[in-house]
């Protein structure tokens, strides 16, 4: 690094401006481990770069400046990185077993010949069919509210002998 004239009283002022730094830093990063390396980076850009600041501007203003492009090029960074996805066994997709799926299929249709045929019927139409309750209520004969009874006592004893 080539020295910069007068540039011995600037580093002395840029290291009295390492707590407003950190201070500063503590807005956009909350881990004090980040907020170190957010102030660390801009002092070392800050040192590679003093042949550019100018005397007379304020040292802190620019000091900064920095920080914040600092924190604005790491996060846009961050943002566009992604870490191991390329082999990661948790991004596939996972299927589960389909001997799993015939046997709960297997269990539900037991446990719907369970149930009194009232019920099952109002079930079926309801939920398994997608027939209205206005519907099934006038199919069956019966109130619309007889009808929900039906279906909601039908998922309970569905619940009970399933769980």
């Keep these: 690094m080539t020295e910069v004239p007068g540039s011995e009283p600037v580093r002395a002022e840029m290291i009295e401006l390492v707590p407003a730094l950190r201070s500063f830093a503590r807005r956009f990063e909350r881990n004090p481990a980040n907020v170190d390396d957010l102030v ?3 002092l070392v850009r800050a040192l590679a770069n003093l042949d550019k600041f100018k005397e007379g501007t304020s040292l802190k203003s620019w000091m900064f400046t ?7 090029t790491k996060f846009g ?15 596939r997709s996972s299927i589960s077993a389909p001997q799993e799926w015939g046997i709960a299929a297997q269990e539900f249709h037991k446990a719907m010949l369970g149930l009194p045929k ?16 206005k519907d099934v209520a006038h199919r069956i004969g019966c109130p619309i509210g007889t009808v929900k009874s039906r279906v909601n006592r039908a998922r309970a004893q569905l619940y009970e002998q399933l769980n």
């Design 40 to 42: 660390q980076e801009t």
């Design 118 to 133: 009232h019920y099952r019927e109002a079930f079926d139409l309801i939920l398994l069919q997608g027939q209205s309750y």
């Design 77 to 91: 960074l961050s943002k566009r990185e992604v870490v191991g996805l390329d082999d990661c066994a948790s991004a």
């Design 66 to 72: 920095i920080l914040r492009n600092t924190f604005c």
